[in-house]
């Protein structure tokens, strides 16, 4: 998800890096794949409904695609809606992610493309809390960023 505790968050985190330490910072958003191919959706373990992964980016493409900011997309998944006042994850996503959804309706999956986009914020936002923490190497070391996309499937 989004390292929504920022710079400040991130600061925090250094106080907890041993002496001459090493950091390991590891990012990624996850999209659920079901046992069909369709991607965004899962059934979990437990559960007798498929639901959405990931369901904070699904329901701010709706979000963007109720308020007219993205094509129109008949979701396969995600119908129910899920109006939430306050709601300061998806309000974020949504402004996060809509200037990216440019070719969204010329790609091959919609769910997929959402999924990349969101990659690309949350790196972004990793990337400026490590390049503006002067500091960074008054805790650490070394410092080690992983990241890709995690693939939720069910057993």
Do not use: W
Request: charged fraction near 20%; charge should be neutral; hydrophobic fraction near 40%.
């Amino acid at each position: 998800g989004l390292p929504f505790a920022g710079k400040s968050g991130f600061g925090a985190y250094l106080h907890h890096v041993p002496d001459s330490g090493k950091l390991l910072v590891i990012f990624s958003p996850h999209v659920g794949i079901d046992e069909i191919g369709r991607v965004g959706s899962l059934q979990r373990d437990g559960q007798a409904k498929t639901s959405t992964a990931c369901g904070a980016a699904i329901g701010a493409y709706k979000e963007l695609q109720k308020t007219k900011k993205t094509a129109s997309d008949p979701l396969l998944v995600f119908e129910a809606d899920n109006p939430r006042e306050f709601d300061p994850q998806l309000k974020q996503i949504v402004n996060l992610l809509a200037p990216r959804l440019k070719g969204i309706e010329n790609s091959s999956d919609s769910i997929a493309f959402v999924t990349y986009q969101m990659y690309g914020v949350v790196r972004e936002l990793i990337t400026a809390c490590i390049t503006e923490t002067p500091d960074l190497f008054d805790f650490a070391s070394e410092v080690a960023v992983v990241g890709g996309i995690m693939i939720n499937r069910r057993k």
